[in-house]
């Protein structure tokens, strides 16, 4: 039976791409967070259906709350990184991502022993032009990415040559994208990311992750505190980013991925794609 990865990507309600510039970095530390209460909610969760997932962590929350990243360790979960500040990558020059990233593998990989191997970028934030992008991954230690989205509303994200299926992208680096249902050559129905798994009835998505598992074909869905605890400013903006940032989040949400780990099976990335010397399963998992 084809196994699913499930991810969730450990950032502050004040880190969407829709507040990039409404709350800086120096203001960060004042603001609420919805982090322990949504860990609160999907620790126990998880040890229920005993699902191991993969946390993507941002280097700013490891940062303020280390009993979190401690938690997820002690539950047997994946810990991956976010990068530290959740910068855009395509903002940010070569110099300035490689200081990024290792300051956040600094601080998950702080007095704690663990081999991360994954990452991924804010808001699936590389685009063609970051050629130095999975070379630095490389130099860091990393074994796969998961930024590429092949088919969704993000403008950001890298398109050329991108995959449905996880592929080989730099020396023994591999990306394992995000889940889009193809229809037709380089059009597809996306399924990853809590918003479209929010926006789409449920027997519909049920269909479509059934109709991707008979062909041997894995969901890689992810998801985020702010969208599991909704106890968090309300910020009114434009009618999309309303929709994208509170449609449906909290209950509603829950009750989906509820039914959604009843039907399918999930576990973490590196359980799912790699063997435990480090070496690439392949993609029939
Ligand atoms: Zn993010």
Not at 28 to 53: G, T, Y
Not at 101 to 108: H, R
Request: hydrophobic share 40%; proline share 5%.
């Amino acid at each position: 039976m084809t196994t699913n990865t499930l991810t969730i990507d450990i950032e502050d309600w004040y880190h969407t791409e829709f507040f990039q510039n409404k709350f800086s970095y120096k203001e960060w530390d004042n603001l609420s967070s919805v982090v322990p209460a949504a860990i609160d909610f999907i620790l126990p969760f998880l040890r229920e259906r005993n699902i191991k997932a993969t946390f993507f962590v941002l280097g700013y929350i490891a940062e303020r709350f280390p009993d979190v990243v401690d938690n997820l360790i002690g539950a047997g979960h994946e810990i991956a990184c976010h990068g530290y500040s959740h910068t855009f990558v395509s903002k940010m020059s070569c110099k300035e991502f490689k200081i990024d990233v290792q300051k956040s593998l600094d601080i998950l990989k702080k007095s704690r022993d663990i081999d991360i191997m994954g990452f991924r970028a804010p808001a699936c934030s590389i685009t063609d032009r970051e050629s130095w992008f999975f070379p630095v991954l490389k130099e860091n230690g990393f074994r796969y990415d998961s930024s590429i989205y092949p088919n969704s509303f993000l403008v950001l994200t890298k398109r050329k040559n991108s995959k449905y299926t996880a592929w080989n992208v730099f020396e023994d680096l591999w990306e394992i994208p995000l889940t889009s249902y193809k229809l037709f050559s380089n059009i597809g129905i996306p399924l990853s990311g809590a918003f479209y798994f929010r926006l789409i009835p449920f027997f519909i998505y049920k269909y479509l992750v059934s109709n991707l598992n008979k062909k041997d074909i894995p969901l890689n869905i992810y998801i985020h505190p702010r969208e599991i605890c909704e106890d968090f400013p309300i910020i009114k903006q434009s009618m999309l980013a309303d929709l994208v940032h509170y449609w449906k989040i909290g209950r509603p949400l829950t009750n989906k991925l509820d039914k959604l780990t009843n039907k399918f099976n999930f576990i973490s990335v590196s359980e799912a794609y790699f063997n435990s010397d480090g070496s690439f399963k392949g993609n029939n998992i």
